[in-house]
């Protein structure tokens, strides 16, 4: 049972309404001032805290953590101490930060001083070194508006897909943390039965997704059970897979996505764990034809974690443009990690599992320009009174995600990001 909200611990710091970063929550992430080095940090209403001090005043003591485990510029090395780690470090920190726990931190305002930074104050950076980086395809409703689109409703689904995560490796390197400005790439286009010509993208798009963070990893040659799968898992971010579509289009015969996908992907620069998703866990959708036997997993496998996408032109508010929800997932976090390891592929600390664009079953609710517009043919109005078929220069892109009910709510921040021109060629 997970307490209700007149029973759950209460804070004694102030925390507004709707901010993402309650005592439920304390996520994992990286963050540096002007006077401090990249050191690894959570956060708490309007406020990053210095995990890194904490440690120092020895609030951890008993927790036998390494000496300076939270100085370093990642947070792989504290990922890679396991799951009792992130558990007893978490459930130390609710203790400090709750009215009835000890009141060590909440009576010395000296120390306060030095562990809390306003969010307004720090950089933010990227919170893992991701050695590696895989993306699924793992929304039904996204497959099958894609489909639709370039194969027809009656082809919409290749026969494969309701019988196994359908995936591709992508790149790692130019995966970036949020505020990071992403360029838009050059390619090879083909302009409808002309030649192939070399050129910026004209069809830059966003996709919504959510990322899984590697914890703990599997020797080579050991596939993970899907009973086993979550334990893997670190934690979940927002992830942005930026696809340049005319680029992808020529180019993705026969091997799958290249340069329309390797030029750039955003993230959220916190981890939310899946003990602070624990109280929003739902069933996804019925998986008819029944998979197979080493992807069937007992359980509610799904958050229900509300997602959405805004645009900011320039000079004007921002407008939101799709809601979706992480439960349209068709294939589950624990289904993804069986299946990838099931060949023997040996899962790394760091390593990110995105969920492939999350579209819902309403237009207003698919998670990317593509489908939003669908291929251009409904384009979008924005404040100043221009059109989006797809992503403009200086287009700043705000995708956000939360959890939230009966009083509790866990949230992600935000992944904001301005598109720059393509570079003179």
């Known amino acids: 049972m997970y307490p209700t909200p007149d029973s759950s611990p209460r804070p004694w710091i102030e925390i507004p309404a709707d901010s993402d970063f309650t005592l439920q929550n304390f996520p994992f992430g990286i963050f540096e001032t002007g006077t401090l080095g990249a050191r690894a940090a959570t956060a708490i209403g309007d406020f990053v805290v210095d995990l890194a001090a904490m440690q120092e005043l020895r609030y951890f003591d008993d927790l036998h953590l390494p000496r300076g485990i939270f100085e370093q510029p990642y947070l792989n090395d504290f990922i890679a101490l396991g799951p009792a780690t992130w558990r007893a470090v978490r459930k130390r920190l609710i203790a400090l ?30 919170p893992v070194y991701v050695r590696d980086y895989t993306d699924f395809y793992s929304s039904e409703e996204h497959a099958t508006n894609v489909g639709t689109m370039f194969r027809g409703k009656e082809n919409a689904l290749m026969p494969n897909w309701k019988h196994l995560p359908v995936a591709y490796h992508g790149r790692a390197s130019s995966i970036v943390v949020s505020g990071t400005p992403v360029r838009r790439p050059w390619g090879q286009l083909k302009p409808g039965d002309g030649d192939p010509v070399h050129a910026p993208s004209r069809l830059l798009d966003f996709e919504l997704e959510m990322g899984a963070i590697i914890g703990q990893g599997n020797a080579l040659g050991e596939p993970i059970p899907t009973a086993q799968a979550e334990d893997h898992i670190f934690g979940l971010l927002l992830f942005n897979d930026w696809s340049a579509r005319d680029i992808q289009k020529w180019e993705y015969v026969p091997l799958g996505p290249f340069l329309g996908k390797n030029f750039a992907s955003s993230v959220s620069p916190w981890i939310v764990t ?3 998703l624990a109280p929003f866990r739902v069933p996804g959708p019925k998986q008819d034809p029944p998979v197979l ?22 000079g004007y508010p921002e407008q939101v443009v799709c809601r979706s929800n992480h439960r349209y997932l068709y294939w589950s976090l624990a289904q ?19 969920s492939g664009t999350i579209s819902g079953p309403t237009p207003d609710s698919y998670g990317s320009m593509l489908e939003l517009s669908w291929r251009g043919s409904k384009p979008l109005s924005m404040p100043d009174g221009s059109e989006r078929r797809f992503l403009q220069d200086g287009d700043v892109v705000i995708m956000r995600a939360f959890a939230a009910k009966e009083g509790l709510r866990v949230g992600f921040g935000e992944v904001r990001t301005e598109i720059l021109p393509a570079l003179e060629g």
Do not use: K, W
């Not at 930060?97 to 104050?121: K, M």
């Not at 993804?336 to 995105?354: E, F, K, R, T, Y």
């Open 336 to 354: 993804q990690i069986a299946h990838h390891a099931s060949g023997g592929c040996n899962l790394q600390v760091g390593d990110l599992l995105a």
């Open 97 to 126: 930060f709750s009215t009835d726990g000890p009141g060590a931190l909440r009576n010395y305002p000296d120390s306060q001083d030095e562990v809390l930074h306003p969010h307004s104050e720090v950089r933010m950076r990227m």
């Open 293 to 314: 036997p080493y992807l069937r997993a007992e359980g509610d496998r799904n958050f229900d974690i509300q997602l959405e996408v805004a645009i900011e032109v320039p």
């Open 274 to 276: 899946l003990d602070a």
